[in-house]
């Protein structure tokens, strides 16, 4: 439904993708919107939605996080809506989010969709991470500076600004143009008519996440127990001395467990946890038998990725011998089949869904595969439709 254009993608991986930011007039020609601002209100209602309306009344900002007892007592002066991961919700989003997947998969975070009226924006700020916004209906003006020492204020406890910035951007976006803003880089985007903006994120773990989630691993697998041993002590003069040869012990302590087989375990697990909650399936999840799976197959019906699962895995690693199983991840578990089915799972990952038809791949002759959809349609990451 969505076609990116207007873009050259090695040019733009090769010069601007982590480096400078770039305005794609037209990325989507008759940009149709995945949503409307009444839907995105009525998603707010939901526990599990992550959203906030930033308002700002006669100069003072205020912020406040859903679910609403009453929306409409928080739209405002100059007031946005911002939703997290409707990219989980609505399938024309999930849609508009994966035009961008000549970025892997992996690197996405989510797709945060605002509706603002005019006058409206969250302020001139930074964000940690790289991101494309998309313009929907209506209009608005994106001002976008080069990373610098700016001066943060916090007109709100909940919101970050920045002062004084000099754009290297200033344009009006309408509907399907598309600013690229790399992080750090300041941006400020405010409304000129009521508008619909869709904001696709990238993560970009730091050292911090890294160490933390890596620790959490090895404390829950009860691994990496191995501890500092003294080489060859010596009397020393200071007894609260700590030699330069102990504290290079130390790191290398540290080193060997980015060589172990641990962190190469653990990182495909911790890259492919995309927060998506368990009940926020649109689908009724059922216990089916691999019979039935096969007999569904065989009968034509489509088997659909349901939204927010992004599988992963791992390139093989040409020195270690080769490995008997496949394995590949989402969510955070990991799934695996026989190595010799490799092709035809990594075929059955990469699209939105799949159906025996004739001609096509008659997915219900191999067993090894209807055994691993049934398992991956009874955890409700595909439904059957
Ligand atoms: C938005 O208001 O849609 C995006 C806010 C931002 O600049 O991150
Ligand atoms: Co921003």
Same mark, same amino acid.
């Given at each position: 439904?969505?076609? #990116?254009?207007?873009? $050259?993608?090695?040019?733009? &991986?090769?010069?601007?993708?982590?480096?400078?930011?770039?305005?794609?007039?037209?990325?989507?020609?008759?940009?149709?919107?995945? /949503?409307?601002?009444?839907?995105?209100? @009525? #998603?707010?209602?939901?526990?599990?939605?992550?959203?906030?309306?930033?308002?700002?009344?006669? @100069? /003072?900002?205020?912020? +406040? =996080?859903?679910?609403?007892?009453?929306?409409?007592?928080?739209?405002?002066?100059?007031?946005?809506? #911002?939703?997290?991961?409707?990219?989980?919700?609505?399938?024309?989003?999930?849609?508009?989010?994966?035009?961008?997947?000549?970025?892997?998969?992996?690197?996405?975070?989510?797709?945060?969709?605002?509706?603002?009226?005019?006058?409206?924006?969250?302020?001139?700020?930074?964000?940690?991470?790289?991101?494309?916004?998309?313009?929907?209906?209506?209009?608005?003006?994106?001002?976008?500076?080069?990373?610098?020492?700016?001066?943060? /204020?916090?007109?709100?406890?909940?919101?970050?600004?920045?002062?004084?910035?000099?754009?290297?951007?200033?344009e009006v976006l309408t509907a399907g143009d598309i600013i690229?803003?790399?992080?750090?880089?300041?941006? !400020?985007?405010?409304?000129?008519?009521?508008?619909? !903006?869709?904001?696709?994120?990238?993560?970009?773990?730091?050292?911090?996440?890294? &160490?933390?989630?890596?620790?959490?691993?090895?404390? $829950?697998? !009860?691994?990496?127990?191995?501890?500092?041993?003294?080489?060859?002590?010596?009397?020393?003069?200071?007894?609260?001395?700590?030699?330069?040869?102990?504290?290079?012990?130390?790191?290398? &302590?540290?080193?060997?467990?980015?060589?172990?087989?641990?962190?190469?375990?653990?990182?495909?697990?911790?890259?492919?946890?995309?927060?998506?909650?368990?009940?926020?399936?649109?689908?009724?999840?059922?216990?089916?038998?691999?019979?039935? /799976?096969? $007999?569904?197959? *065989?009968?034509? +019906?489509?088997? =659909?990725?349901? &939204?927010?699962?992004?599988?992963?895995?791992?390139?093989?690693?040409?020195?270690?011998?080769?490995?008997?199983?496949?394995?590949?991840?989402?969510?955070?578990?990991?799934? *695996?089949?026989?190595?010799?089915?490799?092709?035809?799972?990594?075929?059955?990952?990469?699209?939105?869904?799949?159906?025996?038809?004739?001609?096509?791949?008659?997915?219900?002759?191999?067993?090894?595969?209807?055994?691993?959809?049934?398992? #991956?349609?009874?955890?409700?990451?595909?439904?059957?439709?």
């Open positions: 439904m969505y076609k #990116l254009q207007n873009i $050259d993608i090695e040019v733009f &991986l090769k010069d601007y993708w982590q480096q400078k930011p770039l305005l794609i007039r037209q990325g989507f020609q008759d940009f149709q919107d995945p /949503i409307d601002e009444h839907e995105l209100a @009525g #998603l707010t209602e939901e526990e599990s939605v992550d959203s906030r309306i930033v308002n700002n009344q006669d @100069g /003072i900002w205020a912020v +406040e =996080h859903g679910p609403y007892d009453d929306i409409n007592k928080h739209c405002l002066g100059q007031w946005s809506l #911002l939703v997290q991961s409707v990219d989980h919700y609505v399938p024309d989003a999930d849609s508009l989010m994966n035009t961008f997947d000549f970025i892997p998969v992996w690197r996405m975070d989510d797709l945060m969709v605002s509706y603002s009226n005019p006058g409206a924006g969250v302020g001139p700020h930074l964000d940690q991470y790289d991101v494309f916004i998309i313009q929907g209906k209506g209009s608005r003006r994106w001002q976008v500076g080069l990373p610098s020492h700016y001066e943060t /204020i916090r007109p709100h406890c909940d919101l970050s600004q920045v002062t004084g910035f000099e754009p290297i951007i200033d690229y803003i790399p992080a750090n880089h300041p941006h !400020n985007g405010v409304a000129l008519e009521p508008c619909m !903006n869709y904001s696709v994120g990238f993560r970009a773990p730091s050292q911090q996440e890294i &160490l933390s989630s890596f620790a959490d691993y090895a404390i $829950d697998h !009860n691994t990496l127990t191995q501890r500092y041993k003294d080489h060859g002590l010596s009397p020393r003069e200071f007894t609260g001395e700590i030699k330069q040869q102990e504290v290079v012990q130390f790191k290398a &302590l540290l080193a060997q467990i980015l060589q172990s087989e641990q962190f190469d375990q653990w990182l495909p697990v911790f890259l492919s946890d995309n927060k998506k909650a368990e009940d926020e399936s649109n689908h009724q999840i059922e216990e089916f038998s691999q019979q039935a /799976i096969i $007999d569904m197959l *065989s009968n034509g +019906e489509y088997f =659909h990725r349901n &939204l927010g699962v992004k599988p992963i895995f791992v390139e093989p690693n040409s020195s270690i011998s080769a490995n008997a199983t496949f394995t590949f991840y989402i969510q955070g578990e990991s799934y *695996s089949g026989p190595i010799e089915s490799a092709d035809l799972v990594k075929k059955f990952l990469s699209v939105p869904f799949i159906a025996e038809q004739e001609g096509e791949t008659q997915y219900s002759q191999f067993p090894e595969f209807t055994a691993l959809l049934t398992l #991956l349609v009874n955890k409700g990451h595909w439904y059957i439709e």
